[in-house]
Structure formats: structure tokens, C-alpha cells
């Protein structure tokens, strides 16, 4: 299955049905009078968060989505029946924005436009969670509504209010419980498959890992979802490489586990220019708490390991850096369990922080 993390999608509930114009024709019915009943509602459009999906794609085929029109109204007072609502399905973590439009007067010498910022208009965190999106339109008045007692034989009625329409985004933002950064090449898909039974492609080039992979951890009977972002390099933020794209994959990562190639000249520059990044695209980032692990420790020895790692400690002021190999395991089992700890309060705060905000009430003391 292809990953996708942002789709483009024309959305319109329904119309609603047309008021019917009809008058009773019965035997025996001296005075017949208007019958004619109301059109029924259109159909809204609904999003719900789905278990099972972690992807796009399906928007990249399928773009527009129409809800179904309220039936007319008929004769003998029969009321139109309304129109079926449509539900889209989408992954959890995925948010509904806004399609931003070009400011007037903003145009450069290259005839480039300036778009306003977007804002999000659903958020969908939970499995289950639904959000009336658009809502159908009402249906018309039949004519029978229209009776008074001057007005005993009405002919008018009312042709339905129309449904609402709109382009949105669709941006998709995984959940997950730690989040796996670095450079390129620094082993996050080695470990990742070391780890789970994801089946992350590796290779002895930058940038194998295209897109984010997600696996789950089963460490001392208990589980926790990875996340790997492509690699991050110098000026990503400004769209070097890969760029910043796939960083908001990791905004709702609880723990970060900054991953190090020891191999590489200067692996304290490597991490700094990792956290420069993660500070540059903001979003509280840089403020989460972060795991350092030096890897590839199969290729070098104890000693220069433990140098390297000095340097990190010393130089950047990092407390704990655990020496690891993703290739052999060796030291990730230490990692996992330093994770579990950190993770464990972080979900406690978040869990205390939902807690606060269901039971904040209004007091004006």
C-alpha cells in the first residue's frame, strides 16, 4: 500500500427535496384543499476516525464526494424522505484544513501569489470520533403549509435549500508513542526492524526511508508504537532534501529517540543539526523528551564508543547517551528500558491533562 499524508478533496452535502403543489381529489370530499407535503432533508457529510487505516491513498483516486438530495415531497401530505448522509473514513491523527486562498494585491515580480495560512477545521485523534462536516440543506414547504384562512388553495412551495460545498485539505498526522529522528543513513530503519516486525527498507545510501514507518514494540510485556521519519539533514526546514514535510508525523509523538551514526566525522555536529531542525520547524519539538542513542557500535570499538559519547556529554551537555546496535541488538534492550520509564510519565500527564480539561468549569473566583 502507497502512503499518502496529504489529499485535496471537493466536498457537498445535499440538496434539500422540492415541496410538493397537490390538492385532494376525493369522492365524497366536498372541499378538498391542498395536500401537497414537504421535501425531505439532504444528506450531510460526516467524518469518522477508523481503526485499520494509515494512509491517503484512497483520496488520491476518489476526490469528490457528494451527499445524496432529499426526495420531493408528494401528494396526500407524504413528506419526502431525506437524503443519505455520507460517511468519509479516515485514518486517526488526520486533520480537515481549510483551502487557502490568494491575497489580492500580494504578487510578486514573478507573478507569485501569497496564500493565507490555513486553519484547521476538524481534528480526529480518536478512534470512533465523528464530526458533522456539512450539513444537508432543508427540505421545501409543500403547499399545504401554505394555507390560511384567506389563502385556502395555495400554489406556491418551496424548491429546497441548497446544500454547502467547499475544497479541503486532508493532512495526516501518524500517532505514535516515540518518535525516531536523525540523519540519514544513521540506522533508524535497521533499528525499527530490530525491534518490530515492520520491514523498513535499508540501504547503504541517504535517504532509504522515504516515507514514515510505524511498528509496534513489545518490550517486558509492554507495547508502544515506533515511528520512523525520514532523515533529516541541514537546512530541512527551508526544504533541503526530504525537507520538513514528514516532521508532522512525529508533533504528537509522546518521546523522541534521537539516533546518532558514530561513524560519521563529527557526530556532535550530527546532532546538533538535528535539534536545529526540530527547533526551526517548531511546534513544541525540540521541547519533548529526548532519548539519545549512539549507534553502530558493532563497527567501532568499547573505547572509541565511550569517546564519542564523552564528547556528546561534554559538548552539547547531553546527561545519558546509550551505545546501541541496531545491526545486532546489542545495548537496545538497556535502550527500551530507559524508554518505558519516560514514556509511562508522559502519557500520565497527558492523561491528567485531558482529565483537567474535562473537569474545568467557568468560576468566577
Known sequence: MHFLDQAKIFIKSGWGGPGAVSFR??????YGGPDGGNGGKGGDIIFEAVQGLNTL????????????????GMGKNRYGAGGKDLIIQVPVGTQILSDPKPIEGSEDEDGILDYEDQDILADFTEVGQRVTFLRGGDGGRGNMSYKTSTNRAPRQHGTGWPGQEMWVWLRLKL???????????AGKSTLINQVTNTKAKVGAYAF???KPQLGVVLHKDREFVLADIPGLIAGAAEGVGIGDRFLGHIERC?????????????????FQIVTDELAAYGEGLD??????????????????????AGQLRDQVGVEDVFIISG???DGVGKLLDAILPILGEARAAARQEAQDDEDGTWSPL
Open 208 to 210: 532509504t526511508t522515504t
Open 57 to 72: 491513498i484512497d483520496f488520491r483516486y476518489t476526490q469528490h464526494f457528494k451527499a445524496q438530495r432529499g426526495t420531493p
Open 254 to 270: 509522546r518521546v523522541l529517540l534521537h539516533l546518532i551514526d558514530a561513524t560519521v566525522d563529527d557526530p556532535v555536529e550530527a
Open 327 to 329: 545491526a545486532t541488538g
Open 175 to 185: 500517532l505514535a508513542d516515540v518518535g525516531l529522528v536523525g540523519m540519514p543513513n
Open 287 to 308: 521541547e519533548k523528551p529526548q532519548i539519545v542513542a549512539l549507534n553502530k557500535g558493532d563497527l567501532l570499538g568499547p573505547e572509541l564508543m565511550e569517546d564519542i
Open 25 to 30: 381529489r376525493e369522492k365524497y370530499e366536498e
